[in-house]
């Protein structure tokens, strides 16, 4: 009778002890990502490895670090990073474990050096911890391709002459900050932006020049309040072989700043912009003053093509007693709106489709001159705008003015010459209301 209940009363101790300790390990919580709180959800990749601290909250109550252990997964390069928090074995709370994310943003790289290597720019461009990689001062010797990767950036601040062997490739972007006297004939052939920091003038004639390119070019010139001192040339054109390259380039040039100082040429460069290209060139001009001793804008009269495309708002061309403002032989399609034009002539049209919408023309010639009828190109008249397409050029000449005014001290507002040896034929469409007030001699000769 004593054993049984011995027996009988150790049953009841251990049963209820038994159900105890299950109600007890049935209170452990198991472990989600939700449950893990982060001090840092982002950082930027510095060769370090990230470990934000780590806080476990469930039911609006934090646990104590004592329960559980944290560990790190892919946490030092760019990319997704993991916190994998586990449970200790005897934790009461918690049970199992749970990650979460973090990440690691690309940095970007800076090379104060002059970096002579295509390789190691490309080995930099091709890191995946670095989004954006800044080459300063950088002689280059590009003897082989160099390659952006897409979302990557290469800027390039302050380049000197760079010379070509290799291609360009990728679809990332290059950039080109620059603020001292150089020959970009290379950089903006394969910058898609250009932006002037400081004035520059060209150690070669002309501070920037583009011809030959290995590639199709697509880029922007910010002028950024600053002034390209010398001339400006633009051209698909092999002087060495005399034919022009085939590839295409669309062309921005741009002033963001409202800084009415800023100019392309001076009194002594012997142009402003000169465009010598194929028909697969689109010229943008917005917010542009050209000067030049000769021309403030010209193009290749030689040039035959009829799909290159000129397109030019609030410019100004030429500004002074020795220049003409624009002259445009080549046969292109012109489209000017809001642009002043001040020359001894000030626009000279000799082939091509002219589109002339709202602009000031102004002939600062003070003795009125016949134009001269051969393929040399513009001569002094005085006129405000010279519609001329006489001996020379085989192409149509088309030119719609809409609205403007035009002014001249001694020769003709507009002034249409179909004399000599007409090679193409020439048709002028005046609509809207020109001004004329100023003109000595009248609206045209015709």
């Given amino acids: 009778m004593f054993n049984k209940l011995k027996y009988l009363a150790l049953a009841l101790f251990i049963i209820p002890c038994t159900f105890l300790f299950v109600a007890c390990g049935s209170k452990a919580v198991t472990l989600e990502a939700n449950h893990i709180e982060l001090s840092v959800s982002e950082y930027v990749y510095d060769g370090n490895a990230k470990k934000p601290e780590v ?21 030092t390069n760019a990319g997704v990073a993991t916190v994998v928090v586990t449970a200790n074995p005897d934790s009461d709370k918690i049970k199992g474990s749970a990650r979460k ?26 890191d995946s911890n670095y989004n954006e990689v800044i080459i300063k001062k950088a002689v280059l010797s590009i003897d082989e ?47 898609d932006y250009v932006f002037l920091t400081e004035n520059i003038s060209g150690l070669f004639g002309s501070a920037i020049v583009l011809g030959l390119p290995q590639n199709n070019i697509e880029c922007v010139i910010d002028l950024n309040g ?10 698909n054109y092999d002087d060495e072989d005399e034919v022009f390259v085939d590839y295409s380039m669309d062309l921005t040039i741009c002033n963001s700043s409202t800084d009415e100082e800023t100019y392309i040429g001076t009194a002594q460069s012997d142009y402003g912009i000169a ?28 040039n035959i093509y009829q799909d290159a495309e000129i397109f030019a708002e609030n410019c100004s ?31 000279y049209a000799k082939s091509g489709t002219h589109s002339l919408v709202g602009c000031d023309f102004t002939g600062v010639e003070e003795t009125y ?12 008249t005085g006129s405000a705008l010279i519609i001329d397409s006489s001996k020379g050029y085989v192409q149509t000449l088309d030119v719609t003015v809409d609205g403007g005014k035009f002014s001249s001290l001694k020769g003709y507002g507009i002034e249409v010459c179909t004399t000599g040896d007409i090679a193409s034929y020439s ?18 000769n015709k």
Wanted: with cysteine; charged share 20%.
């Fill in 55 to 75: 806080t476990i909250v469930i039911d609006g109550k934090e646990i104590d670090q004592e329960n559980y252990v944290v560990t790190y997964e892919n946490n």
């Fill in 275 to 302: 465009v010598f290209a194929n028909e697969k060139v689109t010229i943008n001009l917005d917010n542009v003053n050209l000067l030049g001793k000769n021309y403030s804008f010209v193009t290749n009269g030689s």
């Fill in 145 to 191: 391709d160099l390659i952006v990767p897409a979302n990557k950036t290469l800027i390039f601040e302050n380049p000197a002459v760079l010379m070509r062997g290799g291609n360009v490739s990728g679809d990332g972007i290059i950039k080109s900050y620059v603020d001292s006297p150089i020959y970009l004939s290379y950089a903006v052939q394969f910058s």
């Fill in 317 to 347: 061309f030429g500004s002074n007693k020795t220049t003409i403002g624009a002259f445009l032989p080549a046969n292109y399609n012109y489209s000017f709106e809001n642009c002043d034009f001040v020359g001894l002539s000030a626009y």
């Fill in 101 to 126: 994310d973090f990440v690691i943003k690309p940095a970007t790289y800076t090379e104060e050096a002059q970096v002579k290597s295509v390789s190691t720019i490309n080995s930099l461009l091709a």
């Fill in 427 to 444: 048709e002028l469409e005046i609509i809207g209301e020109p001004d004329f007030t100023d003109c000595e001699l009248g609206n045209s």
């Fill in 369 to 380: 001159s016949e134009p001269q009828y051969n393929s040399n190109g513009a001569y002094t």
């Fill in 226 to 235: 600053h002034s390209i001192e010398s001339g400006f040339e633009i051209g």
